[in-house]
């Protein structure tokens, strides 16, 4: 496992290009987990640690990625929706960057695979034992109810 800090300034002359530089960085490579911490200083920044693997050239089905919405079908499309309103709600409450939750590719991964149980989703690419400690019964809410 590898280790990448990012920062996020929280300034409208940097923020969106910090974004873009993370989301990049979570799309390229296995996220195995993340923390973040809101940093004061001149310009105050989110400084997010990122633990992550290389990308694995072949994988079982259950591990695979989705990467693209175009890659879902219309159900699947409304499962992923109900996860990103529940990932914002999370967000909100936690007062952290939505991706810091759950990155769009592994909510979109959850939806393909519709996983029933916290074994399942455990299974799921990009989502640990933490992830599922801390949010995997709300998850199976979403789905049981989406």
Known sequence: MKVKVLKIRIDDRFQITDEAIVNDYLSRFEIVNMNAKLMADEINYWSVLIYY????????SSKTTVNSESELSEEEKIIYNKLKDWRADKAREAQLPAYIIFHNTHLMSIARHKPC???DLENVNGIGKSKVEKFGIEILEVLENA
């Open 117 to 119: 149980t916290l074994e």
């Open 53 to 60: 693997n290389n990308k694995k050239n072949t994988v079982i």
